[in-house]
């Protein structure tokens, strides 16, 4: 845990790592939608594949060609398994991060407790 806040500068740098840590778990919880909606984005596309019996056409770039229906299946589940781990890593760090700023809110406002009990 930390250790409890001695000085005012000491306070105004932990509210300012406060208000930082804030702004980036927001950061994450938008990445974190973004990656949520593109996951199942690429599931939805993946059940469409499923159901193709005609041809298959990837596009990379601004070229499409021509491909089997087991390549892009592939193709696509190799995207969703990337983009899922890279979703459950952003959520375990944005948790951390929580952790963090909640530790700090404790250890201001006991600072600024104990602050307000020793003035007149």
Known sequence: M???????????????????????????????RQLSFLVEELKEAQKHLEKADKEIYLTIGSVMIQTTKKEALSELTDKIELYS????????????????????????????GSQTNREP
């Open 2 to 32: 930390a250790q409890p806040l001695r000085d005012p500068q000491e306070l105004e740098v932990q509210v300012g790592l406060y208000q930082e840590l804030l702004g980036q778990i927001q950061m994450y919880e938008n990445q974190e």
């Open 85 to 112: 781990t890279r979703l459950e890593s952003l959520k375990k760090y944005k948790e951390q991060l929580k952790q963090k700023v909640e530790e700090l809110k404790k250890n201001i406002e006991k600072q600024i």
